[in-house]
């Protein structure tokens, strides 16, 4: 157990419709990164938050956007679903602010499926 | 942009032979990540390497970083069925608030 927590952690929507998915960080961690993990792929960036303000981006479109708040916890929203947005989207939280030099603690993902 | 590639892609082991998999980033990396990912689940940390030419052991993993910090590889001796899973490498960029993933190897251990 990471103490990384998502929901939900499977859901389903249709082209075009909009989802929030939420993360609460590990105790004592302030830094939250998001990734998207097709089938069978690796896990790819898709943006970081540190202190509340976004530390970082991938290569994703602006329809892909977040928020982290005061304690730390996190939420994902992507607009204006498509069908390529099916993937397994992880959280994960870090100590330092630098999460590419420390150990990422992975929740266990909110697996999305666009119909 | 910085790309991280894993070879093999897939790899059938009898169970109690040894199984490999090298990374290869394009760009030199101030560290590198392994992750475990089982079937289902998530990616849990296994283990950063730092130094040039480190070899770090874990029980019967032995993980290594390449002299000029841009390959290493994962060797299992003697798998066994616990093993099974994909196992991915990453590497920060410059900035180090991302890491880049390589595609993985996903390890299949026949009893």
């Known amino acids: 157990e990471t103490g990384v927590t998502q929901s939900p952690t499977h859901l389903i929507k249709t082209r075009g419709q909009q989802v929030t998915l939420r993360c609460s960080s590990q105790?004592?961690?302030?830094?939250v990164s998001w990734y998207q993990q097709a089938l069978g792929q690796g896990p790819q960036f898709i943006f970081q938050y540190y202190r509340e303000e976004e530390n970082g981006r991938g290569n994703f479109p602006p329809r892909f956007s977040g928020l982290q708040f005061p304690n730390y916890s996190s939420e994902l929203n992507v607009n204006a679903l498509e069908l390529d947005d099916s993937a397994l989207y992880l959280c994960?939280?870090?100590?330092?602010?630098?999460?590419?030099?420390?150990?990422?603690?992975f929740g266990e993902g909110s697996r999305l499926t666009v119909l | 942009g910085q790309q991280v590639m894993q070879i093999p892609q897939y790899q059938h082991v009898q169970e109690g032979e040894d199984f490999t998999t090298y990374c290869n980033s394009s760009t030199t990396l101030s560290n590198i990540q392994w992750y475990k990912q089982r079937p289902g689940g998530h990616p849990v940390f296994l283990i950063q390497?730092?130094?040039?030419?480190e070899v770090k052991k874990q029980k019967r993993l032995t993980f290594q970083f390449g002299e000029a910090k841009k390959n290493s590889s994962l060797h299992i001796t003697a798998t066994q069925t616990t093993d099974v899973g994909t196992y991915f490498c990453a590497g920060p960029n410059n900035a180090g608030n991302m890491l880049t993933f390589g595609g993985g190897t996903r390890l299949m251990v026949k009893p």
């Open positions: 994960a939280s870090s100590t330092p602010r630098t999460s590419g030099s420390g150990e990422l603690f």
């Open positions: 390497l730092v130094k040039s030419g």
């Open positions: 105790s004592g961690h302030n830094t």
